[in-house]
């Protein structure tokens, strides 16, 4: 049977856990190794998770994991924490750039939970879906709302949710790194997480079905005229 996300997720998850213990061997190379791979898996997908909030709306029951929204969360107040402190070098910022750095990774890990946690619980909950909601498939990955303006000139989804999502966190982040020397990598890798996501489901098939679950149902959804959540599911 072919693995979903959320499994794929969950063996990495699993995969460290068994490793950790294990790397504290310093002859055990191996598993080492295998820890380093699963929590690089594992930031992967919470990495693709902040950007699917921040940019989406409306998923399918398993389109979002609370899980990773939660974990995404700690990431980012992590990183918000590290910028309020002093262990970061003068040469990499000045200490107003780091307290900017601060508060913004810190009120993007507020708004990634917050606005996480809303949409994880619509998606749950039939009486708050909307009337062309129903016939969704569950891992379908939201509807893009932030770059909406480009779906009404007619750009595909696909195209704005895999190409323009991420370059537009990547400019972003070039933006912040004028600022501050690191600011802008943990969004970087955010984009980046996107690309890899694309790439297991390319390489393992994640999300084939959904187009077809969609199509089978009579849905256009390659429609340039109406690439849009609405206008895609009846």
């Known amino acids: 049977m072919m693995k979903q996300p959320n499994d794929m997720f969950n063996d990495l998850v699993g995969q ?3 490793s950790f213990i294990d790397s504290f061997n ?7 190794t295998r820890l380093f791979l699963a929590v690089a898996g594992i ?4 990495g693709a998770e902040v950007v699917k ?5 409306n998923f399918g029951r398993e389109g979002l994991s609370l899980t990773r929204v939660i974990l995404s969360f700690i990431c980012l107040l992590i990183i918000s924490i590290l910028f ?3 262990i970061l070098d003068d040469e990499i ?3 107003a750039s780091n307290i900017f750095m601060g508060v913004l990774y810190g009120s993007i890990a507020f708004y990634t939970l917050i606005a996480g946690v809303k949409e994880w619980k619509i998606s749950h909950d039939p009486k708050r879906l909307p009337k062309n909601y129903k016939n969704v498939p569950e891992d379908y ?6 770059l909406s303006f480009l779906l009404d000139e007619g750009w595909k989804q696909s195209a704005v949710q895999n190409f323009i999502e991420p370059i537009t966190i990547i400019l972003v982040a070039i933006g912040l790194t004028l600022v501050n020397l690191v600011a802008g990598i943990p969004l970087a890798f955010c984009a980046v997480s996107i690309w890899l996501y ?8 994640f999300n084939n079905h959904v187009d077809d679950v969609l199509k089978n149902q009579g849905h256009r959804t390659e429609n340039k005229q109406a690439p849009r959540f609405g206008h895609v599911i009846k």
């Open 84 to 86: 309020f402190s002093d």
């Open 141 to 146: 990955k939201g509807s893009s709302t932030l």
């Open 198 to 205: 694309q790439l297991a489901e390319f390489i393992f098939g």
């Open 53 to 57: 909030v921040v940019f989406r709306k």
């Open 43 to 46: 930031l992967v997908f919470v």
């Open 26 to 32: 310093e002859k055990n190379n191996a598993a080492q």
């Open 16 to 18: 460290a856990s068994k």
């Open 93 to 95: 910022g000045s200490k």
